[in-house]
């Protein structure tokens, strides 16, 4: 049984910088693409970022780009986002997922995935 636990997350004023973390029992992210989405009340679900299996990889939204950084730690079976000068748009509930095994972080990733986190709360204050 597949299962992404996230932690991290919680409340930080605008500048500030947060990590997550996403621990995945079931796969391993040395083959799976992974990738982070948020949502936000009253907007559709975004993707914010893919790394591929092999770590060299990796795509980010936008809003993001100079801000966020994706890794993985395959020892720890382990995806984190690292997030720094953290805006209040960028509040959200922040959710990884496994996208699948072998795939690329193409345009295509924000389309599916196989398997989700639970999501955590990030809220950004002016």
């Known amino acids: 049984q597949v299962q992404l636990v996230e932690s991290g997350g919680g409340s930080v004023q605008a500048g500030g910088s947060l990590r997550h973390s996403c621990t995945a029992s079931?796969?391993?992210?040395?083959?799976?693409?992974m990738g982070w989405f948020r949502q936000s009340t009253g907007r559709e679900r975004e993707g914010v970022s893919c790394?591929?299996?092999?770590?060299?990889?990796?795509d980010y939204a936008d809003a993001v780009k100079g801000r966020f950084t994706v890794s993985s730690d395959k020892s720890k079976n382990t995806l984190y986002l690292q997030m720094n000068v953290l805006k209040p748009e960028d509040t959200a509930t922040y959710y990884c997922?496994?996208?699948?095994?072998?795939?690329?972080?193409?345009?295509?990733?924000?389309?599916?995935?196989?398997?989700w986190g639970q999501g955590t709360q990030v809220t950004v204050s002016s």
């Open positions: 790394i591929d299996g092999r770590g060299s990889s990796t």
């Open positions: 079931g796969l391993t992210v040395s083959i799976y693409a």
């Open positions: 997922a496994a996208l699948g095994p072998y795939r690329s972080c193409s345009g295509s990733w924000r389309l599916r995935a196989d398997y």
